[in-house]
């Protein structure tokens, strides 16, 4: 069946599947598989029945993607089995780098018309082929007339790579499971956190951080608006932490979510670096969302997932970002006491949970972004077992499989119907390119020189800001900077002179320091300062004591490491 026929199909089928009472959404991560069991009554009351998971070992699923079918197959049998969820039909969360989700101005065209002009028109919209996508799409409100007078329509896509929708097809099946919805996950992370509307102005920023994916997304107005997939997560946290204290995997996932006294602030000590690192790119990707909107104001940051519970990690994603930071609750406005789980179940799955939670609530969504990427091929069939459950046996049967066979001859027809608005839909995008080409040719020219430019004059960039403001949480408080320099003193792609096993020395600082507390203050400097992982070889000379514990100076100096570098120039390159 062709996918330029499956727009009728597609609208009855949401609608049908937009009715059902209860429905348990899928999350299919790559530390564990988690499934949760929503019933939606008449009165729009939510209880949550049955929640589950299952653990992964490292491997089985890597940025979205299933690499080992059946090991991650008998994952989710112990999962239903466990669990003993009411249905086998899903609502299963995809995500990664194979799956798109954009919001694009297009063409003012019908929503009959859209689909066959998205086959051609959204190749410039995702970096796969659309023939090996399957997709969906919705209308973000009605046609705008800008001031040159071009109309056009804004609309949210999604699309998947077929072949990634084919082993999560062939992973459920051998699990005795069946997919009636494959929705974006991001957008389930949405659905899971209730929308303020209009009461909170602005841009709302969602971060959920996973073992191996981080997801930011953004909405204003409970209208997607940025969604970005980061292959970065906890887990390489958790096996720094392994590595570095001889334990095993889960102990130092257990101490990487906070410990008391002095072993806690070791593990922070450890972590600090990587905690960094993976903050700067959240916030990078917001950075990038907030200037591409021209200078949006961010209202509120909402974080999840299981490595946001690390120690530090939340502090490190807001940063100076003026906006309050709340931690998800997916389970609010829910009735969770059918579910039979215990408050500290209960707090792992608002922890975790969000988007097995966001994913059962696609049923209640408004039709917005009640999208699906389920491949025609598979809906059709779903659709064509449930007429036949429905028709019951005999003559039932039999008239369910006639319906089936007539509801073929109808789709033959509109085949070709479908054919002739895709043959004038591509006509139309032909003409529109050929029009704008040497225009968007000389633009791209001028932002790749420009990127360049800017690419070039920031690198080896030091994040200075910070860098200070590091130097001075952690400087002993009888002591005071009188003069400070530094310089850099190799730039990327420079070999680096540093011992082995340590950070590349790429430039020296130099402190003078005075104060109080004679040579024990000068003992402290260089303790204090040996935790800063933006200095290394910390040395001091020409000390000066005029008395035991009293005023003191000296000079310092030390390598600046590769971590006090900033990340503008990769900002500018993405």
């Known amino acids: ?11 009855s089928r949401n609608r049908e599947l937009a009715v059902d009472p209860v429905t348990v959404g899928l999350d299919i991560g790559s530390s564990a598989v988690r499934a949760a069991e929503l019933h939606v009554g008449k009165d729009g009351r939510r209880t949550l029945r049955r929640y589950g998971q299952v653990g992964l070992p490292p491997g089985q699923v890597v940025d979205g993607e299933v690499h080992n079918p059946p090991a991650v197959a008998a994952a989710l049998r112990r999962l239903w089995e466990q669990g003993g969820f009411s249905t086998t039909e899903v609502v299963l969360g995809v995500s990664g780098p194979r799956v798109f989700v954009r919001q694009a101005d297009v063409e003012p065209l019908t929503a009959e018309e859209l689909r066959p002009w998205l086959k051609f028109g959204a190749q ?57 919805v494959m929705d974006a996950a991001p957008l389930a992370l949405m659905r899971a956190v209730p929308s303020a509307g209009s009461d909170l102005p602005g841009a709302e920023v969602i971060i959920s951080i996973g073992a191996e994916l981080t997801t930011v997304a953004v909405r204003e107005e409970g209208v997607p608006r940025f969604i970005r997939s980061l292959t970065i ?3 390489k946290l958790t096996e720094k932490l392994a590595g570095r204290m001889h334990l095993e995997l889960a102990v130092a996932e257990r101490l990487k979510r906070g410990g008391a006294g002095a072993a806690g602030a070791h593990v922070q000590k450890i972590l600090g670096p990587e905690v960094r690192e993976l903050a700067e790119e959240v916030r990078a990707t917001i950075d990038f969302f907030v200037s591409q909107a021209g200078g949006a104001e961010v209202s509120r940051l909402v974080v999840t997932g299981g490595a946001a519970q690390t120690e530090g990690m939340t502090l490190a994603v807001a940063g100076n970002l003026p906006a309050p930071v709340v931690a998800l609750d997916p389970l609010a406005g829910i009735d969770t006491r059918p579910s039979g789980l215990d408050e500290a179940e209960l707090a792992r799955v608002a922890a975790a949970g969000s988007t097995a939670v966001g994913l059962a609530l696609w049923p209640t969504e408004a039709p917005l972004i009640r999208l699906s990427v389920l491949p025609d091929e598979v809906a059709a069939a779903l659709r064509s077992r449930r007429m036949v459950t429905r028709a019951g046996t005999g003559l039932a049967v039999l008239a369910g499989l006639l319906a089936v066979a007539s509801a073929g001859q109808l789709l033959a027809v509109r085949s070709e119907e479908g054919k002739v ?16 080409l040497q225009a968007v040719t000389a633009a791209h020219g001028q932002m790749l020189a420009r990127e360049k430019l800017a690419s070039d004059v920031l690198a080896g960039d030091v994040d200075w800001v910070r860098v200070l403001g590091q130097l001075a949480s952690v400087m002993p408080p009888d002591l005071s900077l009188t003069s400070f320099s530094a310089s850099r003193t190799n730039v990327v792609g420079e070999q680096s002179t540093s011992t082995p096993g340590t950070n590349p020395g790429i430039g020296t600082a130099t402190f003078n320091v005075s104060g109080t ?58």
Do not use: C
Not at 5 to 11: I, K, N, V
């Open 1 to 11: 069946m062709a996918a330029d026929t499956a727009t009728d199909e597609h609208r």
């Open 124 to 180: 410039e919209l995702v970096p796969i082929p659309m023939e090996d996508a399957s997709f969906d799409f919705s209308l973000l409100g009605p046609p705008e007339t800008d001031g040159d007078g071009r109309t056009t329509q804004r609309i949210l896509l999604v699309a998947a790579h077929r072949e990634l929708l084919r082993t999560y097809v062939e992973t459920l099946k051998e699990a005795g499971l069946r997919a009636k």
């Open 233 to 235: 997560g906890g887990a």
């Open 421 to 436: 608005h895709a043959e004038k839909a591509r006509a139309a995008v032909l003409a529109t390119q050929v029009k704008q």
């Open 517 to 574: 507390g004679g040579l024990p203050a000068a003992a402290a400097w260089l303790q204090q300062l040996d935790g800063d992982p933006d200095f290394e070889n910390l040395t001091i000379s020409g000390i000066t004591v005029k008395d035991n514990g009293g005023p003191v100076q000296f000079s310092s100096t030390a390598n600046l490491t590769t971590t006090s570098e900033s990340n503008r120039a990769k900002q500018v390159q993405q």
